[in-house]
C-alpha cells in the first residue's frame, strides 16, 4: 500500500568521540590514552553531544504522521531509499556528499551541528529550523538547487557516479600510468592520478589541488553542468607528457583516460576508497557531468 506521507530517513555517522570509546573500550581509557599525548577528551564530547543534540532536535520536528528511519553512513551501500523519501542529512558537508550517489532525486536537507566546525556549503541549515523546513517541503514551498555530479563510465558498463569528485590513479603511492584524451588531445602520463570535480567539489580537493597547480582555471558553480579535472604532478620523460594537465568538461564533452596499470588502478569518487571500481591495463573509462543530480534544500519560499 502506498504511503500517503514521506518517510524521512535521518542519516548520520560516528563521531570522533564514539570511536574512541569503541577502541579504548571506556570513556576513563580514551581519556587516559589522550593526555599521554597531551591532548583532551573534552573538544571531542563537546562536538559528539552537539551531534546528538541536532539528531534529537531533527527527529522530533518530524511530523508525527510521517514515518522516519535512522541510517548510519556504514549502512547506505545496504539501504533501499524509496522513491518518495526525504533525507535529512546530519553532521558534516562530507555526508551530503556520501549519500548522494544511492539518491535518484530524493530530496536532502543538511543540518549542521557543529557550525563553528564545518562550512556548510552542503549541511546548510541549523537544527532548530527542521521543523519549518518539513513544513516548507509538505506544502511545496521548499526551493533546491540541482547540483551536478561527476560520473564515471567503463567501456564493460559499469558505472560509479559522486557529488564532489572522481579520482582517476593508482591505489598505492606508485605513479598512476595512462593515457587521456580530451577535445581531440592525447597524452601518455605517469602522475599522482587525475582528478575531475563538480562545482560543488571545487570548494575541496579541486581547490586544493588548483592552489597547488597555481592554475587560473576559473571552476565552475556547483549547479552548472560542467567539471573540471586536474592531472597531479605529472612527469615529463621521453615517454610521458603533461602539456593536457586541466581543463573545463562541458555537459557534452567526456575525459577518457585507458588504464597503463596493473591490477592497483582504481577509480573511487568523494574520498570512499572502498566502493571504487577496479581500473586495469587496457580499460577505458569516461568521465562526464552525470545525468543525475543532487537537490540538495535552499530554503523555503
Excluded at 99 to 115: E, I, M, R, T
Excluded at 174 to 202: F, N
Aim: glycine letters at 8%; hydrophobic letters at 35%.
Amino acid at each position: 500500500m502506498a504511503r500517503s506521507n514521506p518517510r524521512v530517513v535521518v542519516v548520520s555517522r560516528e563521531t570522533d568521540y564514539q570511536r574512541l570509546i569503541q577502541r579504548h573500550g571506556t570513556r576513563g581509557q580514551a581519556k587516559f590514552f589522550l593526555a599521554s599525548r597531551k591532548q583532551s577528551l573534552e573538544p571531542l564530547e563537546t562536538i559528539h553531544a552537539q551531534q546528538e543534540s541536532t539528531l534529537r532536535r531533527v527527529l522530533s520536528a518530524v511530523p508525527e504522521d510521517w514515518p522516519r528511519r535512522q541510517v548510519d553512513r556504514r549502512e547506505l551501500d545496504r539501504f533501499v531509499f524509496e522513491p518518495d523519501d526525504v533525507v535529512a542529512a546530519v553532521g558534516q558537508d562530507g555526508l551530503a556528499a556520501n549519500v548522494a550517489k544511492y539518491l535518484d532525486g530524493q530530496p536532502v536537507l543538511g543540518f549542521n551541528p557543529s557550525p563553528e566546525r564545518y562550512d556548510g556549503v552542503l549541511v546548510r541549515h541549523r537544527p532548530e529550523s527542521a521543523g519549518a523546513l518539513f513544513q516548507a517541503f509538505a506544502s511545496g514551498r521548499l526551493r533546491f538547487d540541482a547540483l551536478t555530479m561527476v560520473r564515471a563510465e567503463l567501456d564493460d558498463g559499469r558505472v560509479l557516479d559522486a557529488l564532489n569528485e572522481i579520482f582517476v590513479g593508482h591505489r598505492s603511492h606508485q605513479s598512476a600510468r595512462y593515457e587521456i584524451s580530451w577535445r581531440g588531445a592525447r597524452e601518455r602520463h605517469s602522475s599522482s592520478g587525475v582528478i575531475v570535480s563538480s562545482g560543488t567539489g571545487a570548494t575541496g580537493w579541486a581547490r586544493s589541488v588548483r592552489l597547488a597547480c597555481q592554475s587560473s582555471l576559473e571552476l565552475p558553480a556547483p549547479t552548472e553542468s560542467r567539471l573540471s579535472f586536474f592531472v597531479r604532478e605529472p612527469f615529463p620523460s621521453v615517454s610521458t607528457g603533461c602539456e593536457l594537465r586541466e581543463g573545463l568538461v562541458k555537459s557534452d564533452e567526456a575525459v577518457e583516460i585507458r588504464s597503463e596499470m596493473d591490477d592497483q588502478g582504481v577509480i573511487f569518487g568523494d574520498g570512499i576508497e572502498s566502493d571504487r571500481l577496479e581500473f586495469s591495463w587496457g580499460r577505458v573509462a569516461r568521465l562526464s557531468p552525470s545525468p543525475r543530480t543532487l537537490h540538495l534544500a535552499s530554503g523555503a519560499s
